[in-house]
């Protein structure tokens, strides 16, 4: 079984940090693109940030130099550094893996049980 499991969200005053971290364990046999989408009340889940298992990255223009996603594929971990924090980021914050739990199984998606984070103005 694969698990996902997020932490590091909570509250936080406007221009406030902080981090998020997801680590994946089980039956993982290789891990491509790791990312993290969120949520609002009432709102579509949007994609954050994501990121190659070579490293490249890509990131929402709302996020962009504000945002940074980084991860440890020694650790199957995949982070969120929040800084300069606003309102309008206030979500459930949900990282996922496209991941292939055996070396002949195809990749799929597995996603975390998301993560409060609310910023109070």
């Known amino acids: 079984q694969v698990q996902l499991v997020e932490s590091g969200g909570g509250l936080v005053q406007a221009g406030g940090s902080l981090r998020l971290s997801c680590a994946a364990s089980?039956?993982?046999?290789?891990?491509?693109?790791m990312g993290w989408y969120r949520q609002a009340p009432g709102k579509q889940r949007k994609l954050v940030a994501s990121?190659?298992?070579?490293?490249?990255?890509n990131y929402s223009d709302s996020v962009k130099g504000r945002f940074t996603i980084s991860r440890d594929n020694a650790k199957n971990t995949v982070y969120l550094q929040m800084n300069s924090l606003k309102p309008e980021d206030t979500a459930v914050y949900y990282c996922?893996?496209?991941?292939?739990?055996?070396?002949?199984?195809?990749?799929?998606?597995?996603w975390g049980q998301g993560t409060q984070v609310t910023v109070s103005s």
């Open positions: 089980g039956n993982i046999f290789s891990i491509n693109a």
């Open positions: 996922t893996a496209d991941l292939a739990v055996t070396r002949v199984s195809p990749y799929y998606d597995y």
């Open positions: 990121i190659t298992s070579g490293g490249s990255t």
